[in-house]
């Protein structure tokens, strides 16, 4: 069981908004900031947030926040490209361990 | 332009070892920590070990605790895994992760930035 939870998927249409949420505890989410990593089919992981930054080529239809134990990554304008798994990861010093979530399959229909 | 290159996976029997490498390129190696991640097939991403950039400190997984080794060549610019008594468990695609810090001043954190294509490592008899 994953020390983070998020949905196990998430759907949405073209040009929609869709919201991905992470959720963990004082140890990790409430202390640190966290990350957004995007998996396309299985392949090789893309970094898409840290914290509520964009790295640079990401679009800024992605944004994230964080309020308290949750962390959110908001998609605006849903394009099909965007479809994939998505973890949050961070911090958590009580287990001195990295910890991801379980991952949000997201579907574009 | 930052790359990072994992080689030394490969099909090995149980209770056989690995050394996994990820070479690096496009940034001053030796200025951040490091970090390999694993994705099993079927499952989420797995968060294997890190390293600090001058590998005074490192972290581990329970599942790989006193089974791999992390370790880093500062003069090579490459990230190391040594990987003894694997398990079925161990069969994942490896990647390696280069760490970014950033934030203001008190909300200054951590989080894996650039990956690379990963090395698959197949345990299997």
């Known amino acids: 069981q994953s020390a983070l939870t998020q949905e196990a998927s998430v759907s949405g249409t073209v040009g929609q908004m869709v919201t991905l949420s992470c959720t963990g505890n004082?140890?990790?989410?409430?202390?640190?900031?966290v990350g957004w990593y995007q998996q396309i089919s299985h392949g090789v992981p893309k970094t898409v947030m840290f914290?509520?930054s964009l790295p640079s080529g990401i679009p800024d239809r992605f944004s994230g926040s964080q309020s308290g134990t949750t962390a959110s990554l908001t998609i605006s304008g849903l394009q099909p490209e965007d479809e994939a798994d998505y973890y949050c990861?961070?911090?958590?010093?009580?287990?001195?361990?990295?910890?991801f979530g379980g991952g949000t399959k997201l579907t574009v229909l | 332009q930052v790359h990072l290159v994992e080689s030394g996976g490969g099909v090995v029997q149980p209770g056989g070892s690995l050394r996994l490498s990820c070479a690096a390129s496009?940034?001053?190696?030796?200025?951040?920590?490091m970090h390999w991640v694993r994705h099993v097939p079927g499952k989420g991403l797995e968060w294997v070990a890190s390293?600090?950039?001058?590998?005074?400190?490192?972290n581990y997984a329970d599942s790989v605790k006193g089974r791999f080794t992390i370790s880093r060549d500062n003069f090579k610019s490459t990230l190391y895994l040594q990987m003894n008594s694997l398990g079925g468990e161990d069969t994942a695609v490896f990647y390696c992760?280069?760490?970014?810090?950033?934030?203001?001043?008190?909300?200054?954190?951590?989080?894996?930035?650039?990956w690379g294509k990963g090395t698959t490592v197949t345990v299997s008899s």
């Open positions: 992760a280069k760490e970014i810090g950033t934030g203001p001043t008190n909300f200054f954190y951590y989080y894996m930035d650039v």
């Open positions: 496009g940034f001053t190696f030796r200025d951040f920590g």
């Open positions: 390293i600090r950039h001058d590998g005074s400190h490192k």
């Open positions: 004082s140890n990790n989410i409430g202390s640190y900031g």
């Open positions: 914290g509520n």
């Open positions: 990861s961070t911090w958590d010093y009580s287990l001195t361990a990295w910890v």
